[in-house]
C-alpha cells in the first residue's frame, strides 16, 4: 500500500480503492498514518516530504483518494476513526432504475421505451416481492444492465419483429436460468400478467443446438430437453458475462453442462478448454501468490499461473472453472476479475488483464456465504434436481450394457426405483443424506460389479435370475443408508412390490438384508451358510486380544460389498458407529489382497489434519512414472484407507476444506503441485480409495454432499444381540474350554456373555450423556474392554490341571475357582463401566445393577464370594532373571492377577517400585506418583463422603489434611492438587466433581 500511496502522491493522480474495507484492521490503521502523511504535506504546501518509511517522496498537489466499499457484509471490516476522519463520506442512494432502463432502451432503439421500462422495472419488484428468497437471486443494477445489452442484440438481430415480443422473450429467458424449480411456474405467471396474450418461442441457435446434440450422443448422453435447455441458458449467459456461476445440488448435471457446451463451440470452430482448480483444497497463499519476507520475493500462486497462461493463450478459448464452496473471503479477492475492470490484481502488484477468450467460471453446490456484492457480478444458472432426475442416468447406463441385459433390467428399473425411493423419502430416515442421484449411481456400481462375472463368462441369464440380481444391488444401494429398525418397513415395502422373487424368511426377524443371491443358481442363500468358522488359539495363554477377528454375518456381507465395489473401480464408505468394527472390515478386506500386486495406504484423520498434511501423504506413497503421472512403486496397484474422514475441522463458513482436496483426487484424479512447476496437475493413477466415518450426528461431522457422490456409502449397524453373543461367546468358550476347568468353571463362564450385555444395555439406557456428562457414551468397546480383562487373566487359579496345594490364593472372600471367575468379572465391569462416571450416585448405580445380575444368575453361595471387591493388577510379579548370565529378561513382567493381599498389599508393592525407581533414575518423575495415588487417596473416599464436602475447595483441604496427618512429602500433594486442577480447567467440570476426581485419579 506504501508504494501505491507514494506513486499517486509523486504523480499527482487520483486513486479509487475499491472494497478498501476488505483490508484486515491492523493494515486499516497503517494506511490512516500513511494518508495522513501526504495530506499534511499538502495541507504544509511542502514540494517533497518525508513518507511513513523514512524516504523522501516529490509531492504533486493534485492527488486525491477516493474509497468505495460496501458496509456491513461479511468478511468486511469497520474501518478505523483515524481513517474515517481523513475522508469525506458520501452516502450511495438507489438509482430510480427505471429511467436507467429507459434511457438505455432508447439508446438500443427501442420506440416504446417509455412503456417497456415500465414493465421491465415493475416485474422486478414484484419478483423481488413474491419469489422465494435465495442467496443467488439478483434484481439489481449489473442484472439489468445485462438484460438491456442481451434486449439491445435482440434489436439488431429481429429489426422487423415486435419490441414488446422482443423485451418479452429477453426478459424470460435471461431470468429462467437462475430460478429454483419451484419459482419457474410463478415467474413465468407474472410475465403473463404484463405481457397478456403473447406467447414467444426460445430465441434459437441452431448451430449450438445441433453442435451440443452431436457432443451428447458421442459422450454417451441423453438427449433430455430440460438438461438441453441448462445448457443453451449457460450459452445465452456466456455470450454477455465473462464470470459464470453453474449453482446446482450434487448429481445434477452441472459438470456435464458444462463440458458438452465448450465440446459443441469447440465443433463450431473455436477451440475451447476447461481448466479446472478447487480453491478450497488450498490456501490462499498457494491460491494467488506470496511474498517471501526476508526476500522480497514474489511466488505466482495455482490460479495466478493459470490466470497468466490463460492470458497468454491466443488460439483458444480458456474457462478457468473455480471447482468448490464459495465464501466471502476467496471469491471476493476476484471482485475486480468479475466486475468490468475485468483484471486480475496480485500482492505484488501485477495487475493482468483478462482477454475476451478467457472466461471465470464457478461450480458451487450453493451460495449460502456468497455477498450480494459477488452475487451480482456474476451470471447465474441454477440446476435444480429436477432437471435432469435419474432416469437419463440410467438410460445412459442402460445404453453401454449388452442389448439382453438392458432389455432384461429396464422392466427392473421401471417397476421398484420410483416406488422405493419415493417410499425411503416419505418414511425412512437414512442415517446419512445423500442426492436421489448419488444413490442411483451406487445402485449401477453395484450392478456393473455384479454382471462383471456373466459378461466375462458369455452367459446368458434368465429373467428371473436378473431380476433377483437386481434387488440384491437394489436393497444395498437404495436401502444401503438405513438404520438397522428401519430395514424392516424397507423390507416389507419391497415384498410387496416384489412378491415371490424375494426369499422366504428363514426366521421371524430376518429381512432381504440377510440373504444374497447364489452366482451359479440364482437362488437367494442365507448369509449365515456364507460364515465362515472360527477356532480359539487353545495353545496360547496370553493371545494378543486386539488381534483375532471373528467373523461375522455383517463382516462378511460387508466385506462382499467393498469387494463388488472395488471390481467396477469404485470407491465405498462405511458409515456407522463406534465400535461397529467398520475400520475392521476395511482391514480384513485389504489383507485379502495379493502383496506382489497390491500395497495398501491407511491415512487416519483427525481434526487437526490439513489439505497439505493429506497431499504429503498421497505423494508420499507414490512416484513419478512419466510426465505428470505418479503412481504407486514398482509398478503396483494402491488402496487408498481414509479412516475417520468426517473428523477434519469445519471452518467459520460450514466448509471442510480437507475434505476438498479429497474430493479433487478422487474426481479429477490428482491435485496441483504446491512446488514449483506450479500449476502443473498431478495425476495419480492405479489407485483405489476406501473411507469410514461415524454416523453423523451429536457432534460428529458430516462430509460434503459432493465428496459422498463419489463413494458408495454403506451404513454399518450395531450388531445384534445374537451376533455379540457369537463374538464374545466364542472367545469365552474357547478361553474356558471343558478339558482345562470344571464344569462349575465353564458353566459360570457361559452365563458372563448376556450378564455384560444385560449390563451394558441398561447403562447405555439410564446413563445418559448431558452437558455435565458428555462422556456418557456406550458402544461396543465397552464390552471388548470387559472380555479383553476376562480373557488376558491368568487361568493359574482356574485351571484343573494344578496339583493339590499348588493353587495360588485367589484374594478378598472368594474361595473357589467359580468365584474367582466371577469376581474376575465383577472388577471389570466397574472398571470399565462405573469408573467412567462422575458422581456417588452413578456408581452406586452400576454397583447395585452388577450385584443384582449376579443374585439372578448365580446362587446365593457364591454371590457372597464377590461381596468383598476383589483387584486385579498386572505389576506384582519381580523382574525375571536368567540364573546363568543373571541378565534381566524381563524388567516388567505383565500379568494381569489378582491381589490377594487387598489394596494393603497395593500400596506397598507400588511403594516399593516407587523407591526403586527413585533410586534407579537421578530425576523424580512426577508422573510416576499416578501409581500411588489410586491406592492412597482411596483410603479417603469415605472421609470426603462422610463429611459431605460438595465444594472443589473443601474437598481439597479435607484431603490435605488427611495427606500431611500421613506425613506425605510437600511435592507429593503439590503434584496432585496441580493435577486436580488441571483437570476440572481442562473439563470445565463443575466444581462438584472434583472430589469424584480427586478419589479416581
Given at each position: 500500500?506504501?508504494?501505491?500511496?507514494?506513486?499517486?502522491?509523486?504523480?499527482?493522480?487520483?486513486?479509487?480503492?475499491?472494497?478498501?474495507?476488505?483490508?484486515?484492521?491492523?493494515?486499516?490503521?497503517?494506511?490512516?498514518?500513511?494518508?495522513?502523511?501526504?495530506?499534511?504535506?499538502?495541507?504544509?504546501?511542502?514540494?517533497?516530504?518525508?513518507?511513513?518509511?523514512?524516504?523522501?517522496?516529490?509531492?504533486?498537489?493534485?492527488?486525491?483518494?477516493?474509497?468505495?466499499?460496501?458496509?456491513?457484509?461479511?468478511?468486511?471490516?469497520?474501518?478505523?476513526?483515524?481513517?474515517?476522519?481523513?475522508?469525506?463520506?458520501?452516502?450511495?442512494?438507489?438509482?430510480?432504475?427505471?429511467?436507467?432502463i429507459?434511457?438505455?432502451?432508447?439508446?438500443?432503439?427501442?420506440?416504446?421505451?417509455?412503456?417497456?421500462?415500465?414493465?421491465?422495472?415493475?416485474?422486478?419488484?414484484?419478483?423481488?416481492q413474491?419469489?422465494?428468497?435465495?442467496?443467488?437471486?439478483?434484481?439489481?443494477?449489473?442484472?439489468?444492465?445485462?438484460?438491456?445489452?442481451?434486449?439491445?442484440?435482440?434489436?439488431?438481430?429481429?429489426?422487423?419483429?415486435?419490441?414488446?415480443?422482443?423485451?418479452?422473450?429477453?426478459?424470460?429467458?435471461?431470468?429462467?436460468?437462475?430460478?429454483?424449480?419451484?419459482?419457474?411456474?410463478?415467474?413465468?405467471?407474472?410475465?403473463?400478467?404484463?405481457?397478456?396474450?403473447?406467447?414467444?418461442?426460445?430465441?434459437?441457435?441452431?448451430?449450438?443446438?445441433?453442435?451440443?446434440?452431436?457432443?451428447?450422443?458421442?459422450?454417451?448422453?441423453?438427449?433430455?430437453?430440460?438438461?438441453?435447455?441448462?445448457?443453451?441458458?449457460?450459452?445465452?449467459?456466456?455470450?454477455?458475462?465473462?464470470?459464470?456461476?453453474?449453482?446446482?445440488?450434487?448429481?445434477?448435471?452441472?459438470?456435464?453442462?458444462?463440458?458438452?457446451?465448450?465440446?459443441?463451440?469447440?465443433e463450431?470452430g473455436?477451440?475451447?478448454?476447461?481448466?479446472?482448480?478447487?480453491?478450497?483444497?488450498?490456501?490462499?497463499?498457494?491460491?494467488?501468490?506470496?511474498?517471501?519476507?526476508?526476500?522480497?520475493?514474489?511466488?505466482?500462486?495455482?490460479?495466478?499461473?493459470?490466470?497468466r497462461r490463460?492470458?497468454?493463450?491466443?488460439?483458444?478459448?480458456?474457462?478457468?472453472v473455480?471447482?468448490?464452496p464459495?465464501?466471502?473471503?476467496?471469491?471476493e479477492?476476484?471482485?475486480?476479475?468479475?466486475?468490468?475492470?475485468?483484471?486480475?490484481?496480485?500482492?505484488?502488484?501485477?495487475?493482468?488483464?483478462?482477454?475476451?477468450?478467457?472466461?471465470?467460471?464457478?461450480?458451487?453446490?450453493?451460495?449460502?456465504?456468497?455477498?450480494?456484492?459477488?452475487?451480482?457480478?456474476?451470471?447465474?444458472?441454477y440446476?435444480?434436481?429436477?432437471?435432469?432426475?435419474?432416469?437419463?442416468?440410467?438410460?445412459?447406463?442402460?445404453?453401454?450394457?449388452?442389448?439382453?441385459?438392458?432389455?432384461?433390467?429396464?422392466?427392473?428399473?421401471?417397476?421398484?426405483?420410483?416406488?422405493m425411493?419415493?417410499?425411503?423419502?416419505?418414511?425412512?430416515?437414512?442415517?446419512?443424506?445423500n442426492?436421489?442421484?448419488?444413490?442411483?449411481?451406487?445402485?449401477?456400481?453395484?450392478?456393473?460389479?455384479?454382471?462383471?462375472?456373466?459378461?466375462?463368462?458369455?452367459?446368458?441369464?434368465?429373467?428371473?435370475?436378473?431380476?433377483?440380481?437386481?434387488?440384491?444391488?437394489?436393497?444395498?444401494?437404495?436401502?444401503?443408508?438405513?438404520?438397522?429398525?428401519?430395514?424392516?418397513?424397507f423390507?416389507?415395502?419391497?415384498?410387496s412390490?416384489a412378491?415371490?422373487?424375494?426369499?422366504?424368511?428363514?426366521?421371524?426377524?430376518?429381512?432381504?438384508?440377510?440373504?444374497?443371491?447364489?452366482e451359479?443358481?440364482?437362488?437367494?442363500?442365507?448369509?449365515?451358510?456364507?460364515?465362515p468358522?472360527?477356532?480359539?488359539?487353545?495353545?496360547?495363554?496370553?493371545?494378543?486380544?486386539?488381534?483375532?477377528?471373528?467373523?461375522?454375518?455383517?463382516?462378511?456381507?460387508?466385506?462382499?460389498?467393498?469387494?463388488?465395489?472395488?471390481s467396477?473401480?469404485?470407491?465405498?464408505?462405511?458409515?456407522?458407529?463406534?465400535?461397529?468394527?467398520?475400520?475392521?472390515?476395511?482391514n480384513q478386506?485389504?489383507?485379502?489382497?495379493?502383496?506382489?500386486?497390491?500395497?495398501?495406504?491407511?491415512?487416519?484423520?483427525?481434526?487437526?489434519?490439513?489439505?497439505?498434511?493429506?497431499?504429503?501423504?498421497?505423494?508420499?506413497?507414490?512416484?513419478?512414472?512419466?510426465?505428470?503421472?505418479?503412481?504407486?512403486?514398482?509398478g503396483?496397484?494402491?488402496?487408498?484407507?481414509?479412516?475417520?474422514?468426517?473428523?477434519?475441522?469445519?471452518?467459520?463458513?460450514?466448509?471442510?476444506?480437507?475434505?476438498?482436496?479429497?474430493?479433487?483426487?478422487?474426481?479429477?484424479?490428482?491435485?496441483?503441485?504446491?512446488?514449483?512447476p506450479?500449476?502443473?496437475?498431478?495425476?495419480?493413477?492405479d489407485?483405489?480409495?476406501?473411507?469410514?466415518?461415524?454416523?453423523?450426528?451429536?457432534?460428529?461431522?458430516?462430509?460434503?454432499?459432493?465428496?459422498?457422490?463419489?463413494?458408495?456409502?454403506?451404513n454399518?449397524?450395531?450388531p445384534?444381540?445374537?451376533?455379540?453373543?457369537?463374538?464374545?461367546?466364542?472367545?469365552?468358550?474357547?478361553?474356558?474350554?471343558?478339558?482345562?476347568?470344571?464344569?462349575?468353571?465353564?458353566?459360570?463362564?457361559?452365563?458372563?456373555?448376556?450378564?455384560?450385555?444385560?449390563?451394558?444395555?441398561?447403562?447405555?439406557?439410564?446413563?445418559?450423556?448431558?452437558?455435565?456428562?458428555?462422556?456418557?457414551?456406550?458402544?461396543?468397546?465397552?464390552?471388548s474392554?470387559?472380555?479383553?480383562g476376562?480373557?488376558l487373566?491368568?487361568?493359574?487359579?482356574?485351571?484343573?490341571?494344578?496339583?493339590?496345594?499348588?493353587?495360588?490364593?485367589?484374594?478378598?472372600?472368594?474361595?473357589?475357582?467359580?468365584?474367582?471367575?466371577?469376581?474376575?468379572?465383577?472388577?471389570?465391569?466397574?472398571?470399565?463401566?462405573?469408573?467412567?462416571?462422575?458422581?456417588?450416585?452413578?456408581?452406586?448405580?452400576?454397583?447395585?445393577?452388577?450385584v443384582?445380575?449376579?443374585?439372578?444368575?448365580?446362587?446365593?453361595?457364591?454371590?457372597?464370594?464377590?461381596?468383598?471387591?476383589?483387584?486385579?493388577v498386572?505389576?506384582?510379579?519381580?523382574?525375571?532373571?536368567?540364573?546363568?548370565?543373571?541378565?534381566?529378561?524381563?524388567?516388567?513382567?505383565?500379568?494381569?492377577?489378582?491381589?490377594?493381599?487387598?489394596?494393603?498389599?497395593?500400596?506397598t508393592?507400588?511403594?516399593?517400585?516407587?523407591r526403586?525407581?527413585?533410586?534407579?533414575?537421578?530425576?523424580?518423575?512426577?508422573?510416576?506418583?499416578?501409581?500411588?495415588?489410586?491406592?492412597?487417596?482411596?483410603?479417603?473416599?469415605?472421609l470426603?463422603?462422610?463429611?459431605?464436602?460438595?465444594?472443589?475447595?473443601?474437598?481439597?483441604?479435607?484431603?490435605?489434611?488427611?495427606?500431611?496427618?500421613?506425613?506425605?512429602?510437600?511435592?507429593?500433594?503439590?503434584?496432585?492438587?496441580?493435577?486436580?486442577?488441571?483437570?476440572?480447567?481442562i473439563?470445565?467440570?463443575?466444581?462438584?466433581?472434583v472430589?469424584?476426581?480427586l478419589?479416581?485419579?
Amino acid at each position: 500500500m506504501g508504494k501505491i500511496y507514494k506513486g499517486l502522491a509523486q504523480s499527482g493522480l487520483w486513486g479509487c480503492f475499491d472494497e478498501f474495507n476488505r483490508i484486515n484492521l491492523d493494515v486499516l490503521s497503517v494506511c490512516a498514518q500513511q494518508v495522513y502523511c501526504i495530506l499534511s504535506a499538502i495541507r504544509e504546501r511542502k514540494r517533497s516530504f518525508v513518507f511513513t518509511d523514512g524516504s523522501t517522496v516529490s509531492l504533486d498537489p493534485r492527488v486525491g483518494f477516493f474509497i468505495t466499499m460496501n458496509p456491513g457484509y461479511a468478511g468486511r471490516q469497520e474501518l478505523p476513526e483515524n481513517l474515517k476522519a481523513l475522508f469525506r463520506g458520501v452516502t450511495m442512494m438507489v438509482p430510480n432504475r427505471q429511467i436507467i432502463i429507459k434511457v438505455k432502451l432508447a439508446a438500443c432503439g427501442y420506440q416504446e421505451n417509455d412503456i417497456l421500462s415500465k414493465k421491465f422495472f415493475v416485474l422486478y419488484g414484484l419478483c423481488e416481492q413474491q419469489l422465494s428468497k435465495q442467496p443467488h437471486y439478483d434484481f439489481g443494477l449489473r442484472n439489468i444492465l445485462s438484460v438491456l445489452r442481451t434486449a439491445g442484440a435482440s434489436k439488431r438481430a429481429n429489426p422487423d419483429k415486435s419490441e414488446v415480443y422482443l423485451m418479452m422473450r429477453t426478459l424470460r429467458d435471461m431470468n429462467m436460468s437462475k430460478y429454483v424449480a419451484e419459482d419457474v411456474p410463478l415467474f413465468l405467471s407474472l410475465i403473463e400478467d404484463l405481457f397478456p396474450g403473447l406467447k414467444a418461442e426460445r430465441a434459437q441457435f441452431p448451430d449450438v443446438s445441433k453442435a451440443l446434440e452431436k457432443v451428447a450422443i458421442e459422450r454417451g448422453l441423453q438427449l433430455h430437453q430440460n438438461w438441453l435447455n441448462k445448457c443453451i441458458q449457460l450459452y445465452e449467459t456466456y455470450l454477455v458475462r465473462h464470470g459464470i456461476m453453474l449453482v446446482g445440488p450434487s448429481g445434477s448435471g452441472k459438470t456435464a453442462i458444462m463440458e458438452v457446451l465448450a465440446g459443441a463451440l469447440t465443433e463450431l470452430g473455436t477451440k475451447h478448454v476447461i481448466w479446472r482448480m478447487n480453491p478450497k483444497a488450498i490456501t490462499a497463499p498457494q491460491m494467488f501468490g506470496r511474498m517471501d519476507p526476508a526476500t522480497g520475493d514474489w511466488t505466482d500462486g495455482i490460479f495466478a499461473v493459470l490466470w497468466r497462461r490463460a492470458a497468454k493463450n491466443k488460439n483458444q478459448n480458456t474457462w478457468i472453472v473455480l471447482d468448490g464452496p464459495v465464501d466471502a473471503i476467496w471469491i471476493e479477492n476476484l471482485n475486480t476479475v468479475l466486475d468490468d475492470n475485468k483484471v486480475l490484481t496480485l500482492a505484488n502488484g501485477d495487475r493482468i488483464l483478462m482477454t475476451p477468450a478467457m472466461k471465470a467460471m464457478f461450480e458451487p453446490e450453493n451460495l449460502n456465504n456468497a455477498s450480494p456484492a459477488t452475487v451480482s457480478r456474476a451470471g447465474i444458472i441454477y440446476v435444480s434436481d429436477t432437471e435432469l432426475g435419474w432416469e437419463p442416468v440410467v438410460k445412459s447406463w442402460l445404453a453401454k450394457r449388452d442389448q439382453a441385459q438392458a432389455t432384461g433390467l429396464q422392466p427392473c428399473f421401471d417397476k421398484y426405483v420410483s416406488r422405493m425411493l419415493e417410499f425411503i423419502r416419505v418414511n425412512l430416515r437414512p442415517v446419512v443424506y445423500n442426492e436421489t442421484a448419488c444413490t442411483v449411481g451406487t445402485l449401477l456400481t453395484l450392478l456393473s460389479a455384479t454382471l462383471q462375472k456373466y459378461e466375462s463368462t458369455h452367459e446368458q441369464l434368465t429373467e428371473t435370475k436378473l431380476e433377483h440380481l437386481f434387488l440384491y444391488c437394489l436393497t444395498w444401494s437404495l436401502g444401503g443408508l438405513l438404520s438397522e429398525k428401519e430395514r424392516p418397513a424397507f423390507d416389507t415395502e419391497l415384498r410387496s412390490i416384489a412378491g415371490a422373487n424375494l426369499p422366504k424368511r428363514e426366521s421371524e426377524n430376518d429381512t432381504v438384508f440377510e440373504y444374497l443371491v447364489d452366482e451359479s443358481t440364482g437362488n437367494w442363500r442365507h448369509w449365515s451358510n456364507y460364515v465362515p468358522e472360527w477356532t480359539y488359539p487353545v495353545t496360547e495363554e496370553r493371545p494378543k486380544f486386539s488381534q483375532p477377528v471373528i467373523p461375522t454375518l455383517d463382516s462378511v456381507r460387508y466385506e462382499r460389498l467393498l469387494a463388488l465395489v472395488h471390481s467396477a473401480n469404485g470407491a465405498s464408505m462405511l458409515v456407522g458407529g463406534p465400535g461397529t468394527a467398520k475400520t475392521t472390515v476395511v482391514n480384513q478386506f485389504l489383507g485379502k489382497f495379493n502383496s506382489e500386486q497390491m500395497v495398501s495406504k491407511t491415512i487416519t484423520f483427525s481434526s487437526l489434519t490439513s489439505p497439505q498434511i493429506f497431499q504429503m501423504a498421497i505423494e508420499g506413497a507414490v512416484e513419478k512414472r512419466q510426465g505428470r503421472t505418479y503412481g504407486p512403486p514398482g509398478g503396483k496397484r494402491m488402496c487408498v484407507f481414509v479412516d475417520d474422514i468426517s473428523m477434519p475441522a469445519i471452518n467459520e463458513w460450514g466448509d471442510q476444506v480437507t475434505n476438498e482436496i479429497v474430493r479433487q483426487l478422487l474426481e479429477q484424479g490428482g491435485m496441483y503441485g504446491l512446488e514449483k512447476p506450479i500449476g502443473d496437475m498431478k495425476f495419480v493413477v492405479d489407485t483405489c480409495y476406501l473411507a469410514a466415518m461415524n454416523t453423523p450426528g451429536g457432534g460428529k461431522n458430516d462430509v460434503p454432499n459432493r465428496l459422498k457422490r463419489q463413494f458408495a456409502i454403506f451404513n454399518v449397524p450395531l450388531p445384534s444381540v445374537a451376533a455379540i453373543n457369537g463374538i464374545f461367546g466364542k472367545l469365552v468358550e474357547g478361553r474356558f474350554s471343558p478339558d482345562l476347568f470344571t464344569d462349575a468353571v465353564v458353566q459360570a463362564a457361559r452365563r458372563l456373555v448376556p450378564m455384560t450385555i444385560t449390563l451394558w444395555n441398561k447403562t447405555q439406557a439410564k446413563m445418559l450423556p448431558t452437558p455435565a456428562k458428555f462422556h456418557y457414551l456406550f458402544n461396543m468397546r465397552e464390552l471388548s474392554k470387559v472380555f479383553q480383562g476376562v480373557i488376558l487373566a491368568e487361568r493359574d487359579r482356574f485351571s484343573n490341571k494344578l496339583p493339590p496345594g499348588g493353587q495360588k490364593p485367589y484374594g478378598s472372600t472368594v474361595t473357589s475357582p467359580e468365584g474367582y471367575l466371577l469376581g474376575l468379572w465383577v472388577h471389570e465391569c466397574r472398571r470399565v463401566f462405573a469408573d467412567k462416571l462422575v458422581n456417588t450416585e452413578d456408581r452406586a448405580w452400576v454397583d447395585k445393577t452388577i450385584v443384582d445380575l449376579c443374585r439372578q444368575e448365580f446362587a446365593p453361595e457364591l454371590c457372597k464370594q464377590v461381596d468383598e471387591p476383589l483387584y486385579f493388577v498386572d505389576f506384582l510379579r519381580d523382574p525375571v532373571v536368567d540364573d546363568e548370565t543373571g541378565e534381566v529378561l524381563s524388567a516388567h513382567p505383565s500379568h494381569y492377577e489378582a491381589v490377594p493381599g487387598g489394596l494393603k498389599e497395593i500400596r506397598t508393592r507400588v511403594e516399593a517400585l516407587q523407591r526403586r525407581f527413585n533410586e534407579e533414575s537421578k530425576v523424580m518423575v512426577a508422573t510416576r506418583l499416578g501409581f500411588c495415588l489410586h491406592s492412597i487417596v482411596q483410603r479417603f473416599l469415605g472421609l470426603l463422603a462422610c463429611a459431605g464436602h460438595s465444594s472443589e475447595g473443601s474437598a481439597w483441604k479435607a484431603w490435605e489434611i488427611k495427606a500431611q496427618a500421613e506425613a506425605l512429602p510437600w511435592r507429593f500433594i503439590k503434584v496432585v492438587k496441580v493435577q486436580i486442577d488441571e483437570c476440572a480447567a481442562i473439563s470445565n467440570m463443575v466444581p462438584v466433581c472434583v472430589p469424584a476426581m480427586l478419589c479416581y485419579w
